[in-house]
């Protein structure tokens, strides 16, 4: 088993999500451009019904981030738009009625909600004692496969953080966003113990691939 960050987009000024994220802008102002490298690849179009695509080195880093995965952990601003406490259960996702993760999805928030079954076997289970509790659950759900932490920036960072990733492939984006998110704000890779392990450049992203030593 092991913790994995995948297919995460980094534009080339370090940043994971525009500014002014919103229900009409889910990715932020410009950030949009930074994930473009996902949406010719096989694996984007497998998910999402539509004909044949692109089988590159893009697609071959987007396919490994679903292989082996038994769950995964998010936080919240990945599952939606809502802020403060949840005013409903209305709100299911970005994804429509059966989202493309087929497992339990822990989601970290401060404010309980109950769980919620979706088509095509995903659950979303929302967490609200923080990122070792959501980890725990998500380990026990994987049943020995490997568990993928979803974003936002800051769900990553407090996981780099607590040294508790294993491996994290970053997608570079050759774009500059001027304003956001910052991965890498706060936090010393090298002396919390990853090192580069892979570059793989791809048609439209450089793919580096992190591991802890």
């Given at each position: 088993?092991?913790?994995?960050?995948?297919?995460?987009?980094?534009?080339?000024?370090?940043?994971?999500?525009?500014?002014?994220?919103?229900?009409?802008?889910?990715?932020?102002?410009?950030?949009?451009?930074?994930?473009?490298?996902?949406?010719?690849?096989?694996?984007?179009?497998?998910?999402?019904?539509?004909?044949?695509?692109?089988?590159?080195?893009?697609?071959?880093?987007?396919?490994?981030?679903?292989?082996?995965?038994?769950?995964?952990?998010?936080?919240?601003?990945?599952?939606?738009?809502?802020?403060?406490?949840?005013?409903?259960?209305?709100?299911?996702?970005?994804?429509?009625?059966?989202?493309?993760?087929?497992?339990?999805?822990?989601?970290?928030?401060?404010?309980?909600?109950?769980?919620?079954?979706?088509?095509?076997?995903?659950?979303?289970?929302?967490v609200t004692d923080g990122i070792h509790a959501a980890l725990n659950r998500a380990k026990q759900a994987a049943a020995g496969k490997d568990v993928r932490i979803g974003g936002g920036a800051a769900t990553v960072r407090q996981y780099l953080q607590a040294r508790l990733i294993d491996e994290a492939h970053l997608a570079l984006g050759p774009v500059l966003i001027g304003a956001?998110?910052?991965?890498?704000?706060?936090?010393?890779?090298?002396?919390?113990?990853?090192?580069?392990?892979?570059?793989?450049?791809?048609?439209?992203?450089?793919?580096?691939?992190?591991?802890?030593?």
């Amino acid at each position: 088993m092991a913790v994995r960050v995948c297919c995460f987009g980094v534009s080339l000024d370090g940043y994971s999500a525009g500014p002014n994220q919103g229900l009409q802008n889910a990715l932020g102002e410009n950030f949009f451009d930074v994930m473009k490298w996902m949406f010719p690849t096989r694996m984007w179009h497998t998910l999402y019904g539509q004909g044949p695509a692109e089988t590159g080195k893009d697609n071959m880093m987007a396919e490994r981030g679903f292989e082996n995965i038994g769950s995964w952990v998010m936080g919240r601003n990945m599952f939606g738009p809502v802020r403060g406490p949840w005013p409903d259960d209305e709100w299911k996702g970005w994804w429509g009625e059966e989202p493309p993760y087929h497992c339990d999805v822990f989601v970290l928030t401060h404010h309980a909600r109950p769980p919620l079954e979706m088509k095509g076997g995903t659950t979303f289970h929302f967490v609200t004692d923080g990122i070792h509790a959501a980890l725990n659950r998500a380990k026990q759900a994987a049943a020995g496969k490997d568990v993928r932490i979803g974003g936002g920036a800051a769900t990553v960072r407090q996981y780099l953080q607590a040294r508790l990733i294993d491996e994290a492939h970053l997608a570079l984006g050759p774009v500059l966003i001027g304003a956001g998110e910052s991965l890498f704000s706060g936090i010393d890779l090298r002396e919390l113990g990853y090192e580069v392990a892979e570059t793989i450049p791809g048609e439209r992203a450089t793919h580096i691939v992190l591991r802890r030593k």
